[in-house]
């Protein structure tokens, strides 16, 4: 069975960086495009970051030019670093698989098949 295991949550002050980790097992990674969601108190989670089998990756408009995603298929690793964060990041932060062809819509939770537990990331001012 396909799990995920994500790491690396924490609190930080507001333009700091965290780096996220996301084990997977159960699955040939390198064949899959997975994502980064996102899920803040009261709010709709949503797609922060995504990154197809040949390392193709977008972002939310939010957070281009501040996170980035890849991966370490030998190590069954996904990542998100985040730079110059914000109190706005505070979310619960989710990593996910697809086993379903790229779309145009790679950052639509719809599309993922399997979620992992979550990380906390807290931004304070």
């Known amino acids: 069975q396909v799990q995920l295991v994500e790491s690396g949550g924490g609190s930080v002050q507001a333009g700091g960086s965290l780096r996220l980790s996301c084990a997977g097992s159960g699955y040939t990674f390198s064949s899959y495009h997975m994502g980064w969601f996102r899920q803040a108190p009261g709010k709709e989670r949503e797609g922060v970051a995504a990154i197809d089998s040949r390392g193709g990756t977008i972002y939310a408009d939010s957070v281009k030019g501040r996170f980035a995603i890849s991966k370490e298929n030998a190590q069954y690793t996904l990542y998100l670093q985040m730079n110059s964060l914000k109190p706005e990041d505070t979310a619960m932060y989710y990593c996910?698989?697809?086993?379903?062809?790229?779309?145009?819509?790679?950052?639509?939770?719809?599309?993922?098949?399997?979620w992992g537990q979550g990380t906390q990331v807290t931004v304070s001012s």
């Open positions: 996910a698989i697809s086993l379903r062809a790229w779309t145009s819509r790679p950052l639509s939770e719809s599309g993922y098949d399997y």
